[in-house]
C-alpha cells in the first residue's frame, strides 16, 4: 500500500471510534500479526489521540470543570471529540468550536449558561497565550488635537474578547471562583501529545486571578450580563461591562470611530458617559493602537 | 567514515557568541551547554526553576507551546538569559506525504530566531493526513518511500531554518509487515542523506524493543556515532496483554532501571552528549526531576572524558 494510502486508512481508523473493528484485511493485512492483537495494538494510539484531545479541553475549560464537575466535562469532551478532531498542529487552539458543540448539547440543555460561560473559558485561553503586543500608551494620545477625538478609530488589543449572554454571567463567574478560594497562579499546564496517554492523570490546571469574598449565590433572575477578557501584561483579566459601555467598544472593535460608537450609544443610552468610559478603558489596557480617520 | 563526520564538534567552553544589542530578548549569551544533562522544563516548574536556577547543563521546551505571547514566554526568556536551550517539537509530521505546513515552520523559525537554542528537533513519524493532525507520533513503515518522504520534509524544514536539525526515533506500538530496514537503518539513512543528527530517545528504544521484541543493545551497536546530538531519558508504563509485557512511553514517571543500563551502554558509545530527561505527566518536585537529572550526569561523568559534542547545526 502506497504511504499515502496507508496514512489515509490509519486516520480514518483512528478517527472512527464507532467502528473499531473496521479494519479489513487489505488493512490489518499492512501489520505484523502476532501474540498482541493489531486492533488491541492501533487502538493504543486511538486512545492516544481521544485523551490528547480530551486533556486539552479539560485543561481549557476550568470554569465549566467547576460548575459541572469533572465526569460531565469529560463526557462533553469525549462527544466532541468524536465529530472534532485536530485540524491544526496549535493544540491551544483545540476545541474553539466546544462552547457551540455545548449550546445544541441535548444532554446540558438544563444549563443554558453553560455555553456562555464556555466562552469565558475559551476567552480566557485566548488572552493567555495571545501575541505580545504592547498596549497603548495614553501618552499617545496627546499628540491628538481633542476636536479630532471623535474620528479616532482605535485598536483592540489580541487578546481582547467580548462575551455578551442572556443569563448572569459575571455573577456566575464571581460564584465560581469565590466557591475554588485561594487561587494564587495563573499559570496553564502545556498538553503535549508525548503526555496525555491517560485522560484520568491530568495534572491539576489553570486557575483564575481575583480574591472574591462575600459573593452572594448568582441571582438568575436578574437578566443578561457581559464581561470582557483580556491581558493586562501578563496577568489575564475578566471583568464585567454594563450595555451602553459593552455596546461602545464592540462597536469600536469593529472599527467605528469614536464619535461613530458614541453616537449610536447615546441614541439608546442617554447617559452614556464617554470620557469616563474611554478613560477607564485606556487605564484597563484594552486598546493597543488608535488611527485618526477623517 | 562518512563525510558528515565534521558535523560533531566537541564543545568544552560556551560559545560567548557576540550579539546585537536591542530588545532584551538577545541578551542570551549562554549559547551550548558544558553540563550534559538538561531537563524539559514545564509550565508547573517555571517560578521553582527560575527561583532556584538548579545546576543543569540546558532546558528543553516544545516550541508549540510557545507559539503565542503571555506568561509562557516570559519565564521562557527568564530562563534562557541563564541556560542553553534546545526545542523539541511534536507538530512538523515530517513522515506525512504532505509537505510540512510552511505556516508552523514560519511560527517555528520566529522561536528559533529569538531563543537561539543549540538543538532543534523533531520526530521520525507522523501526525497530519489530508485535513486530519492526529496530535499523536504515529507509526511508519521502515520503506524507501518512507526513507524519501522523511527526507524530503527533513530537507524542506532545513532549508527553511537554515540550519541542521535532528530527528528522533519515536516509541510505536504496532510493526509493518512491509518493512524493509530496521529502524536503527533508516534512522543512520536520514542523517547520510540530509545531514541532519539523531536525537536518541533511549527509552523509546527500550518500549520498542519489549514490543516489538528486538536487541536494545543490539540496535545501539549500529546507530552511527558521529549522528548523535543528543539523548532523550524518560519513564514508561508497563502493561500485561494477553499475557505478553507491554511498554507505554507515557513520560510520567522516573526513568525505569533497564533503561538507565541501556543509557550507560550508550554513554559507552556515543560520549558526553546532551541528555534530557522528559517527564509530562504527574509531575514530580523540580528536586525529584533534578535528581533524574544528576544520576544521567553521573553516568556521563563516569565513562566519558565529559567533553561534551554537540551537533554543527551549520
Not at chain 1, 444532554?107 to 476567552?123: K, M, Q, S
Request: hydrophobic share 35%; charged share 25%; glycine share 6%.
Amino acid at each position: 500500500m502506497r504511504l499515502k494510502d496507508l496514512q489515509n486508512r490509519f486516520s480514518d481508523y483512528i478517527a472512527d471510534l464507532k467502528l473499531q473493528n473496521s479494519g479489513d484485511d487489505e488493512f490489518n493485512g499492512q501489520f505484523v500479526n502476532d501474540a498482541i492483537p493489531i486492533e488491541t495494538r492501533l487502538n493504543i494510539y486511538q486512545d492516544g489521540v481521544y485523551s490528547t484531545c480530551v486533556s486539552v479541553l479539560m485543561n481549557n475549560h476550568p470554569l465549566l470543570k467547576d460548575l459541572v464537575g469533572d465526569d460531565f466535562l469529560r463526557y462533553m469532551a469525549i462527544e466532541f471529540a468524536k465529530n472534532n478532531l485536530p485540524t491544526s498542529g496549535y493544540l491551544n487552539e483545540y476545541g474553539l468550536n466546544f462552547p457551540d458543540f455545548i449550546y445544541k448539547f441535548k444532554p446540558a440543555a438544563g444549563l443554558p449558561y453553560l455555553y456562555d460561560i464556555a466562552r469565558i473559558d475559551r476567552g480566557w485561553n485566548h488572552a493567555y497565550h495571545a501575541d505580545d503586543v504592547p498596549h497603548l500608551d495614553p501618552q499617545s494620545l496627546h499628540d491628538v488635537s481633542p476636536a479630532d477625538y471623535a474620528f479616532l478609530k482605535m485598536t483592540m488589543h489580541p487578546s481582547v474578547t467580548f462575551v455578551k449572554s442572556d443569563y448572569p454571567i459575571w455573577q456566575i463567574y464571581q460564584y465560581i471562583l469565590k466557591n475554588r478560594g485561594g487561587d494564587d497562579t495563573q499559570l496553564r499546564s502545556e498538553i503535549t501529545p508525548n503526555a496525555a496517554k491517560d485522560p484520568d492523570a491530568l495534572p491539576e490546571k489553570a486557575e483564575e486571578q481575583d480574591n472574591t469574598s462575600d459573593i452572594p449565590p448568582p441571582d438568575m433572575n436578574t437578566g443578561g450580563e457581559n464581561v470582557v477578557i483580556l491581558r493586562d501584561n501578563l496577568m489575564v483579566k475578566v471583568y464585567p461591562l454594563d450595555e451602553d459601555n459593552f455596546q461602545f467598544l464592540v462597536n469600536l472593535r469593529d472599527k467605528k470611530t469614536i464619535g461613530e460608537a458614541s453616537g449610536k450609544v447615546m441614541a439608546k443610552f442617554p447617559a452614556f458617559n464617554l470620557a469616563k468610559t474611554f478613560r477607564g478603558e485606556l487605564k484597563r489596557n484594552i486598546f493597543s493602537g488608535f488611527q485618526l480617520s477623517k | 567514515m562518512s563525510e558528515l563526520s565534521q558535523n560533531i564538534k566537541t564543545q568544552s567552553h560556551p560559545a560567548g557568541l557576540d550579539r546585537p544589542a536591542g530588545n532584551g530578548q538577545k541578551n542570551f549569551d549562554k549559547t551550548h551547554p558544558i553540563l550534559s544533562s538538561g531537563i524539559g522544563l514545564r509550565a508547573e516548574h517555571y517560578k521553582d526553576f527560575i527561583d532556584t536556577k538548579p545546576s543543569v547543563g540546558w532546558i528543553e521546551v516544545h516550541p508549540e507551546n510557545y507559539f503565542g505571547g503571555g506568561l509562557h514566554r516570559h519565564y521562557l526568556n527568564e530562563a534562557r538569559k541563564d541556560y542553553p536551550l534546545s526545542l523539541h517539537a511534536v507538530g512538523l509530521s515530517l513522515g506525512s506525504t504532505d509537505p510540512v505546513d510552511e505556516k508552523h515552520l514560519q511560527k517555528f523559525k520566529e522561536l528559533i530566531d529569538i531563543y537561539e537554542p543549540f538543538n532543534v528537533s523533531d520526530h521520525a513519524s507522523w501526525s497530519v493526513s489530508g485535513n486530519a493532525h492526529l496530535n499523536d507520533l504515529l507509526p511508519l513503515p521502515y520503506t524507501q518511500e518512507t526513507l524519501d518522504t522523511l527526507c524530503r520534509n527533513i530537507d524542506q524544514t532545513q532549508d527553511f531554518f537554515g540550519r541542521k536539525i535532528l530527528v528522533e526515533n519515536p516509541s510505536t506500538y504496532i510493526a509493518f509487515a512491509e518493512n524493509a530496514m530496521t529502524e536503527y537503518e533508516l534512522m543512520n539513512a536520514l542523517h547520510d542523506k540530509t545531514g541532519c543528527g539523531i536525537l536518541l530517545d533511549i527509552n523509546n528504544i527500550y518500549v520498542q524493543s519489549v514490543n516489538h521484541k528486538f536487541d536494545a543493545w543490539h540496535y545501539i551497536d549500529n546507530i552511527t556515532v558521529d549522528a548523535v546530538g543528543e539523548m532523550h531519558l524518560a519513564g514508561h508504563t508497563e502493561k500485561d496483554i494477553n499475557g505478553e509485557r507491554f511498554l507505554i512511553d507515557t513520560h510520567n514517571q522516573f526513568v525505569r532501571g533497564d533503561v538507565w543500563g541501556l543509557y550507560e551502554h550508550a554513554v559507552r558509545r556515543f560520549g558526553a552528549v546532551p541528555t534530557c530527561i522528559e517527564w509530562d505527566l504527574d509531575l514530580p518536585s523540580l528536586n525529584d526531576l533534578m535528581g533524574e537529572a544528576d544520576k544521567a550526569q553521573s553516568i556521563v561523568n563516569e565513562h566519558t572524558d565529559q567533553n561534551l559534542k554537540v551537533y554543527n547545526a551549520a
